[in-house]
């Protein structure tokens, strides 16, 4: 039998925990989805993830929460991560950084499902080179060797640098999927190797927003290149957005991957292999 | 009756005029389709355009072909390009570029489309402020007075200035979409306002690769930071991407849009409104 | 007889306004000093400026007070530099911002002085083209004809930028002066065509610092990726960072130019032709 | 009886060998000299370094070489520096970069003169963290300890950087000086701890130029944002720049430090503390 593994998109405020409270429980309920990696780095407000916040995401059937380079924006996270095992912020961050980029964590079922959160350098504060980190984690614990399964959230702002990572890890994880940029891609696929992609899995938020924020700031500081207030989230209706692969337990490949959408602006989408 | 715009993003090398040929005249012959734009600005082996290239667009039923940071290139646009009012480069180059970034065409049904092509700053090399540039020229040509349907190639690089960019013009463009990524994005809608949106049209080209590229030289530049050798378009494959709009002609709005994936490694998408 | 010009890099807080208020009253007072430019876009506690600021710097001898990216740091600014005739802001931004970008001003002797304040786009959030902005204002201006003399503070990042437009403005401006770097470069020089120029005209404030801010924020942050607190300004001992430059009325070109370096941390320095 | 170091900036083209050729000899011949480090990424036409200006240099006077982001713009360089032990590549360069980052060099007068070269991350392609490499480098060889002197050329664009890691390294070496912006800067001084410090030491090369390049192509390139030829090196009259530090034998910091500029464009300076 097949493993599925379930990403779900950076969750972006209120509407963001909404999508991931109207939708997860449901489809935990109706699917079979044997492990959750969501995003949650601008859970709080859009900026940051607080211990809260974190509490209900697990609640809600998240078994792993990543992060990026809003990771600490909420000071309290460099303090309770070292409480969270199942909380990541990436690992390029220096050493010496609370918390741990990645973990080996142990599905429902049974399987051992390794989770890396990295963050990439094009257009982002520079941290630690993501391909020799990601390439680390994995060689210290290789997919069909002590993990089962391998899931790479890549936190990056350019497609080259998402795209770069995918192929040199083909063949090497489950999953490598992109975050950042709060937009899901229509690229979702089975790498050569085996590795199920996809650029950016999109924000779990309002869509009808920029970037999951209220619009109105962000379009006057483009107009007038002068801050008039904060930026705050959008809180129309939520969308949930992620990507689902199932996985051969005797490789760790994938088998299928495919965009989840429910609620909102977007495309509704539910995978097909999804449905047995 | 509904008027049905064509937008197919960035055409990349060989691969991506394969998309164009093997795709583009079966369209137009099997599907109501009343205007075709095009971004060719990565046709000549990834980088700028020919004459050539220009002419074999236009016979395969490009309407009006749109540029990016690559337009110049192939140094001979320079020139050639006086001679193609049906090929645009971004308007927001500065005043005494060679090449106009807007215009008025007339579709065959008769229509007059308003085509304007302009880049985004962000994580780019800094040209004239793209808000203000397409401003000018919606205004000089607005739609429903002077033009029946607007449309705007915005070739940005961040998803929050492309998505700016869509709110700042929703309700005054029949279509405003993103290139340059070279990945489709899922989140195309019709806006509030009923502009039809779609942070990246993705490109034409072989996606097993990196953003249209041969994977090898990439990767190995993230790894080394030591070019070794050239970028060179992938040649597997081919894809065609874009995003098709039907359009009110009473109002130039949306009524809906709707991805076009042909061929290649994505999920195929053929509008459900083409098929009367 | 020479007309005397003097421009005085980024005031960065208490430190800075220090190092104006100890110096140019004194330097007013014994040399032939005509006119005084000033950067204050740091002169509140690093972050920009307000008007009980701008009223001490004009009462210490400032005739015009330029600024830069920090321009509206300080909301109140907004709406009280257009009561300020003799504050100027970049002239780059967008057409609409409150204030102006020049000004023609009278120094007491007579003279007409246009002066100019722009800001780059490498590295930097961009606006408008510097290039087109700056020969706007000289064609609208020229000096010789309008202004007997002609100073630009161009503040930008990359010193490849700052030299181009000292380049492109040789010979049709009395100084061209860069700022933001908060460093004085040693590369003043009177340039072929008679304009005197500087790469950066350094800052007024402490140089025991990391650009005028206390060293203890700023490294952690290069070191840990994660804020600890905020930036401000160090308070040490204050220098004053500017250049001279000696004009011939005449022409408007320069004839000298000069660091002027007092108090604190740098090698003192005083225009040799300052002493008639 | 104090050491004297001496450091010259990024040698651009022929008339940055030229300043060395025309000077080195003759200072090393008039003053009491005792080690002398060059940054030569710029050597060779601009764009990187060949192995017949590394021994050009190296018959000139110069000890150790340091390199830059142009370090391997002659591919050669990736094969020649194995046999260079004094030829330096920026040590933070991936792991298994061809050459070596920081070296051990014996003084002809015996003392032991640790040199590294480091690359910022602000504003350039981002590699590996200069503040923990650097640090890593120091504490392998510690001043006082296995070095007798330490000397840091930190290759970066963005001043809070490169007084970052001067800050940081406040102490620990007898120099830190930055390269890369090709225009000296003029803040030398003595840091507290007792490091001597310069945010950058300018290059060796025709100042009547944009950063050691020729003028015309730049500034066009500003203007029109398209290429119309290539980079090449103003080939006008040379000048020398660089800084010197007079250093305490018994623990390796600094006593005094002074900027070198010789021949053409910038105002001449020589350190006091060479005239014995
Ligand atoms: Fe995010
Ligand atoms: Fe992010
Ligand atoms: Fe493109
Ligand atoms: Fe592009
Ligand atoms: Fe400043
Ligand atoms: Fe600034
Ligand atoms: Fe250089
Ligand atoms: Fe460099």
Redesign the interface.
């Known amino acids: 039998m097949s493993f599925n593994l379930l990403f779900l998109g950076d969750v972006v405020g209120k509407a963001g925990r909404e999508a991931v409270a109207n939708h997860l429980p449901d489809l935990l309920a109706r699917y079979p989805i044997h492990f959750v990696v969501c995003n949650g780095e601008n859970a709080a407000h859009g900026f940051g993830i607080n211990e809260g916040i974190c509490e209900q995401l697990f609640d809600w059937g998240v078994d792993v929460i990543t992060l990026g380079n809003h990771a600490?924006d909420q000071r309290e996270t460099?303090v309770y991560i070292e409480r969270y095992p199942n909380l990541l912020r990436p690992a390029t961050?220096?050493?010496?950084?609370p918390g741990r980029g990645a973990g080996l964590f142990r599905a429902k079922t049974g399987e051992n499902v390794l989770v890396i959160n990295a963050m990439g350098?094009?257009?982002m504060?520079?941290?630690?080179?993501p391909?020799?980190v990601i390439d680390r984690e994995l060689d210290a614990c290789p997919m069909g060797e002590v993990a089962d399964f391998a899931m790479v959230d890549f936190h990056g702002?350019?497609?080259?640098?998402k795209?770069?990572?995918g192929?040199?890890l083909d063949g090497r994880a489950t999953l490598v999927v992109g975050t950042h940029?709060?937009?899901?891609?229509?690229?979702?696929?089975v790498?050569?190797g085996g590795t199920a992609f996809q650029?950016?899995a999109?924000m779990c938020g309002d869509?009808?927003?920029?970037?999951g924020m209220d619009?109105v700031e962000?379009?006057q500081r483009?107009?007038?290149?002068?801050p008039q207030g904060r930026f705050s989230p959008a809180e129309g209706e939520p969308t949930l957005s992620g990507i689902a692969v199932q996985a051969d337990p005797k490789t760790g490949l994938a088998q299928a991957c495919a965009?989840v959408?429910l609620g909102g602006?977007?495309?509704p989408?539910i995978p097909p292999f999804w449905n047995v």
């Open positions: 600490f460099l961050f220096p050493a010496g950084t350098r094009l257009f504060d520079a941290m630690e080179d391909f020799a702002e350019a497609t080259s640098e795209q770069a990572i192929a040199h940029t709060h937009v899901p891609t229509a690229d979702h696929r790498m050569p650029t950016d999109g869509y009808d927003s920029i970037i619009k962000p379009v483009f107009l007038s290149k002068v965009p959408r602006q977007l495309e989408a």
